[in-house]
């Protein structure tokens, strides 16, 4: 029973397009959601949260976007770049789970030149 | 920056033999936790622990224990290496237990069992 979803295996994207990785979640008690980037043969790295009490947050090229009466959150990449090409995995975890985050199984992006 | 460290990006190990895997966290975190990560499956926990000699379960703990004697220090064992145990070991840590922190990944560990 998976409890965050990345609906897309991957997605391909165009250079200085927009990027939109999407990600849904079914339990209500989450409270703190996150994107992580996947470089193969690395470690994933950390990109940018959002506490539920937001429904935005923007760090450079990165927005992450939070609905939680749909219980979707989304990330936007303006404009892509080659390098942002990765396995993005989205994760969620609520207060009190002792730092435990719930992955979603990723998105492959490909940013074409 | 954090840093996490895990002992070998590459091991090959056979059917049976009692395997260790390192990592170690340079920057006094409380938890850490052991993923692993396989094509179409994500990363699935497998221990995690927030303080010293303690540990819990994960969601895939069957075939392996941990090891916690000191803070920076979490140790994953394979008891008895199988073959659908190879897999992309990845080791994190993040700052404290009740707070909403990101983890932080090593490199991971590619560990092939023969």
């Known amino acids: 029973d998976q409890q965050v979803k990345q609906n897309s295996p991957s997605l391909s994207v165009q250079e200085g397009r927009i990027s939109i990785l999407n990600c849904d979640y079914t339990?209500?008690?989450?409270?703190?959601f996150l994107w992580y980037k996947k470089y193969p043969a690395e470690g994933p790295t950390f990109l940018i949260s959002?506490?539920?009490?937001?429904d935005k947050n923007e760090d450079g090229r990165f927005t992450v976007f939070l609905n939680k009466s749909a219980k979707h959150l989304s990330l936007h990449i303006v404009p892509s770049q080659p390098g942002d090409s990765a396995v993005y995995f989205c994760?969620?975890?609520?207060?009190?789970?002792?730092?435990?985050?719930?992955f979603g199984k990723g998105t492959k992006l490909s940013v074409k030149p | 920056d954090v840093k996490v460290t895990q002992s070998s990006r590459y091991l090959v190990k056979r059917t049976g033999e009692k395997v260790f895997l390192e990592c170690v966290q340079d920057m006094d975190h409380e938890n850490m936790f052991w993923y692993r990560q396989d094509p179409g499956l994500g990363l699935r926990l497998i221990y995690f622990?927030?303080?010293?000699?303690?540990?819990e379960k994960g969601d895939i703990p069957e075939g392996y224990s941990v090891s916690r004697e000191k803070k920076e220090r979490f140790s994953l064992i394979l008891e008895s290496a199988s073959t659908n145990q190879t897999s992309m070991y990845l080791c994190a840590s993040s700052l404290e237990a009740l707070g909403n922190q990101p983890q932080h990944f090593g490199d991971g560990t590619r560990l092939s069992i023969l």
């Open positions: 959002i506490s539920s009490i937001k």
């Open positions: 994760a969620a975890s609520r207060r009190g789970s002792q730092g435990n985050l719930i």
């Open positions: 622990s927030y303080d010293v000699k303690m540990k």
């Open positions: 339990n209500s008690m989450f409270d703190y």
